[in-house]
Every structure is written in C-alpha cells, then in structure tokens.
C-alpha cells in the first residue's frame, strides 16, 4: 500500500518540492543582506509571512480535499477497495504519506522564513505580530488543514466543495483560536501605574467593519517590548473602571468639544485642560495593563501547535469512523 | 457453496434497491445476474465483495462475511465502467496488485496476460481504451487466482464481437482454475455460450434463478420473466 500510495502522491510532492526549493534559493540569496536593508525590508518580509500563512491552506485544498474525494469521483474506490487490504489500512497509510510530506514542507518553509526574518523580527521587538508565520505554529495548520481536507472530502465525496470548505473552516478555526482558544494558555500578567497625563488623550477607537466605540480616555498603549497587551483599563482602588459619568462630571470641558475640527497640534488651551483632566481623574484612579509578556512565545507556539494537532487528531478519528461505515 | 444470500436487502434512504433475495451459488458455478438497468444487480454485486452494506439478510462468501473474503484475497471483483487510475500505468497497476494481494497474487500470470493483451506497461490507463481497461481490470481481478469472481456489467464497454471473445476468454480462466464466477449484463445472448446458471432480477427481486442446462430456451424464459414484471407493473 505504501508504494501505490508514495506513487499517487508524485507529482504533488514534485510540485511542493520545486516551490520549496524557489523559496530556499530566494532566502539563502537574500538573508545575508536583511539586516542591512532596513525600511526595504518591510515588503519581502511581508510576502515571506503570507507564503507560510497560506501554505498550509493549500496543503488542506490540494493534498487533503483530493486524497479520497478523487477516488470516489473517478470509482477507483472500488478497486482498490476490491484488494486484500482494509479500508482503514488504505486511509492510514495515505494519511501518513500526505502526513508526513504536510509536516516537512511546513517545517521547512517556516524555519527558513524564520532564519531568514530573524533580524528583522529582532529589531522589531514585536514576536506575537509575527506569531502564525514563525517557528512550529505553522505545521499545526497544515497538519490540522490536511486533515480537514480528507475529511471534508470523506464525507462531500467530491474534491471541489472540499476544497472550499476547508478553505474557510481553516480560516474560522484560525479566527477562533486567536480570539478565544490561544489567550487561555496562560493567565496574563498585570501592571498597575498610575495615569500619565502626558501620555492619556481622549477619543474613540475602533475599525469601519467592527465599528466605532463611544470617546472615552485613552492611556497611550504601555511600550512593553515584545508584549503581546490584551487590555489597558482605567480603574479606581476597588477595581471598578472608570465610567462615562463620572469623565463628564470631572471633565465637562474636554467631554463636550466636538469632534470633526482640523487635524493638526492641539491648540495649548486644549492641552493644559486634557492634562488637567486628567491629573483629576488620576487622584483615584490608575491604569491596569494586561499582557502577555515576550518570554512566553515558546508557551504560546507550542500551545497553539497542541489545538490545532488535537482538532487534527478529532478530524482524523471521525474519518476513520466514517470511512468504516460508508456503503 | 461459494456464495450464499439469505433474505438480502438493501434500501437507500426510502427507496428498496433489493428485497428478499436468497440464492445459493455452488462451487465452480458460473451465474449469469441479468435484468433491466436499475433492477439491483450492481447492488446485490455490491453487497456480495462487501462495498455495501445490507439493511437486512445475510451474505456469506466462501463460508464468511464479504470483507473477511475480500481481505483473504480469494475474490476478485471488477467494478461497473471497470474504473482504474487514470494517471498510473499498466506496469504500476500490476505493482498495486502484487503490493495489496501479496500473498495471493500470480506476477508471472498477471505480466503473460498484460503482454499477451498488447497493453504496454508503460502506458497510463487513462490513455487505454474502454475494452482495454476492461482487460486490465479483469487481469488484476484475475491475478489473485480467486476463487470466487464478481464482474459487474464487464462487457458494457465492448463491441459485440469482443464481448464474445472476452467473456470466452473470462470463462475459459476461471474453469480452468475451478474459480467461480458472477457476473451481470443486461444483454441475454450473454448468458447462453458462457454461463451455467442464470439469475434474473427485476424490480429489486430475484425473479428467477435455475441452471441453464435445465431451460428449454433461456431467452424466452429470461423475457417472460422481466415481461411478467412489466405486466405487473402495468396493472
């Protein structure tokens, strides 16, 4: 079964080890002249990051998907399910064929981005921005993408609506593990300083498609290197935040100007007053800063590497469950 | 008996592909399964090498359940359209049947055949023909020196002058080795030169099974049986 399998898996492991080779070339031509490139290097290093983020999505689109959906659209199902070979023997070592070839590509290519980045990402100091395209997070995608594929495809039994199934459950599933799964791997840690009323402006935040949240005052984010910082809170000695009442009654100038004025330096009157304000505030009430500090990437890595080898293994029971009691 | 069916059904979601079907098939037997297209054959074909599953009854083949016979290597089955791997050769098709039957499979046979069929090992079996697919499906069937073989619908693909010569040539291996043999066609002239037993299905239900020899006239008999079917259904 391993060489039928090894055969029908050449040319995609032909076509992966060509793509590899072209990065490789690219990186140990370029790594030598990174650290001196500076602002040059934003654009490549970008690039460099959405080859491993996308990787493993078309490693689950075009090795998973296909793996059993085109034995069932082509009928060779039965035939090699006509041989003295279980089903369940068939599909572990297919598994294990794209398995392995899933775990080396990304492997590779994520050590040779990350070898090649390493300067910049030094100089950045900001390792959980370039946390899913660094180090071993990027093998738990494949691994989990390959095995939503052949699932997907288990079950669809045609390779086109797998593939763009699993292109959007892996990007849902990526979505949902930042926002919620990776933050619960260790409890952050949390600073107390007081209010800078040379650092503390006052406004509203937000993007165009999550929307705009209401003004309110804002501390300047905290410069923690490395930090990943989940929240930055103003809260008085018994820990309740600061509320939109009592800004109003300790501020009533600052809280009533418009916005919509020119851009540009606050005039001094403006300035005085904010800083005014918030020395006010500042009497009872601090800034709380949660984050996750720059030492716990490794944590972090492995953590979300486990979720998504875990959500793989899950996938890869439910097949084999699957595959036994397809008709 | 090589092959045994007892009360075999089998029901995709509301719709009853086969009801009811008991047979018993004798060692060394050749049993021509024919009825109209849709009758159930490729279904009752399915159940028996263990790709369906039935809804009620009982197969036994070769004294067992069909995976335990299918992983014994001791059937050979080719599949309706006789599907193979587009993209590999005849050379890698024979490797796959040596690599998942290795305890049954006859490499000098299966080559002789290959060589004696004119099909190039290196060629890929998407560029074969449909009658030449057919011949490589049933070489890697045939290699296995089963004992028991399932063809489903193996001649559709050929002109009427290679079915003759192919089910003439099928018939001649397998007695040979005392293998044998059910197959499915929708075409009766099949049956007569080449089988010793005939099984009709119509409607998902054994219509009639009996040994040729004992049949006056099997073409009559076969389409007064489907004829029946037809009238009932009128009525």
């Known amino acids: 079964m391993i060489r039928l399998a090894l055969r029908q898996f050449r040319s995609a492991a032909w076509t992966a080890a060509i793509a590899l080779v072209a990065v490789a070339a690219v990186v140990v031509a370029t790594r030598p002249h990174v650290a001196a490139a500076g602002v040059q290097a934003i654009v490549p290093r970008t690039a460099f990051g959405l080859v491993v983020i996308v990787a493993p999505a078309l490693i689950g689109a075009f090795w998973g998907a296909p793996l059993v959906a085109r034995e069932f659209e082509a009928g060779t199902h039965r035939l090699v399910w006509a041989q003295s070979i279980s089903r369940s023997h068939w599909l572990a070592v297919k598994l294990a064929v794209a398995g392995t070839a899933a775990v080396a590509a990304t492997a590779l290519l994520s050590a040779l981005v990350t070898w090649w980045a390493a300067p910049l990402d030094d100089a950045a100091a900001a390792v959980y921005g370039t946390f899913d395209a660094r180090d071993v997070a990027p093998v738990g995608y494949a691994v989990f993408a390959l095995a939503f594929g052949v699932?997907?495809?288990l079950v669809l039994r045609r390779t086109l609506p797998a593939m763009a199934l699993t292109l959007v459950v892996l990007l849902t599933t990526r979505i949902v593990v930042t926002g919620w799964l990776r933050p619960l791997a260790v409890a952050p840690t949390v600073v107390t300083q007081p209010l800078d009323p040379d650092r503390t402006g006052y406004g509203?935040?937000?993007?165009?498609?999550?929307?705009?949240g209401p003004s309110r005052l804002r501390p300047e984010a905290p410069d923690?290197?490395?930090?990943?910082?989940?929240?930055?809170?103003i809260l008085d000695a018994a820990g309740k935040p600061l509320t939109d009442q009592v800004l109003r009654a300790t501020c009533p100038a600052v809280t009533a100007a418009k916005p919509g004025g020119p851009a540009g330096p606050a005039p001094e009157s403006v300035r005085l007053q904010m800083h005014d304000c918030v020395t006010r505030i500042g009497d009872k009430y601090h800034e709380v800063i949660t984050y996750q500090p720059g030492d716990r990437y490794w944590t972090f890595q492995w953590w979300e590497f486990a979720i998504f080898v875990v959500l793989a293994a899950i996938l890869g029971g439910y097949a084999f469950q699957r595959l036994r009691r397809t008709a | 008996?090589?092959?045994?069916?007892?009360?075999?059904?089998?029901?995709?979601?509301?719709?009853?592909?086969?009801?009811?079907?008991?047979?018993?098939?004798?060692?060394?037997?050749?049993?021509?399964?024919?009825?109209?297209?849709?009758?159930?054959?490729?279904?009752?074909?399915?159940?028996?090498?263990?790709?369906?599953?039935?809804?009620?009854?009982?197969?036994r083949v070769l004294g067992g359940r069909p995976d335990a016979a299918m992983r014994s290597g001791r059937v050979g089955f080719v599949a309706q359209d006789a599907p193979t791997y587009a993209g590999l050769t005849v050379a890698d098709h024979l490797a796959l049947g040596a690599g998942l039957n290795p305890r049954r499979w006859d490499a000098a046979a299966a080559g002789e055949r290959v060589a004696r069929l004119g099909l190039s090992p290196r060629l890929r079996a998407g560029r074969l023909s449909g009658g030449q697919r057919a011949q490589l499906a049933l070489t890697l069937a045939l290699s296995k020196r089963p004992d028991l073989l399932v063809l489903d619908e193996p001649v559709a693909s050929l002109d009427p002058l290679a079915r003759r010569a192919f089910l003439d040539e099928?018939?001649?291996?397998?007695?040979?080795?005392?293998?044998?043999?059910?197959?499915?066609t929708h075409l009766v002239a099949d049956l007569a030169h080449t089988c010793t037993h005939v099984v009709v299905v119509a409607g998902g239900r054994v219509r009639l099974a009996a040994e040729i020899a004992g049949l006056d006239d099997l073409e009559r008999v076969v389409l007064d049986e489907l004829g029946k079917d037809e009238l009932g259904r009128a009525a």
Not at chain 1, 204 to 212: Q, T
Not at chain 2, 11 to 22: G, P, Q, S
Not at chain 2, 170 to 183: D, E, K, N
């Open chain 1, 204 to 212: 509203s935040g937000g993007n165009i498609l999550l929307g705009i």
């Open chain 1, 224 to 233: 923690i290197p490395d930090a990943w910082v989940r929240s930055v809170r």
């Open chain 2, 1 to 59: 008996m090589i092959l045994e069916t007892e009360t075999l059904a089998k029901r995709y979601r509301r719709r009853w592909a086969l009801r009811d079907c008991t047979l018993a098939v004798p060692e060394g037997a050749i049993v021509g399964l024919v009825g109209p297209n849709g009758a159930g054959k490729t279904t009752l074909l399915q159940l028996i090498v263990g790709l369906l599953t039935p809804t009620a009854g009982a197969v």
């Open chain 2, 170 to 184: 099928t018939v001649a291996a397998a007695t040979a080795t005392g293998t044998g043999v059910v197959l499915s």
């Open chain 1, 151 to 153: 699932t997907a495809g």
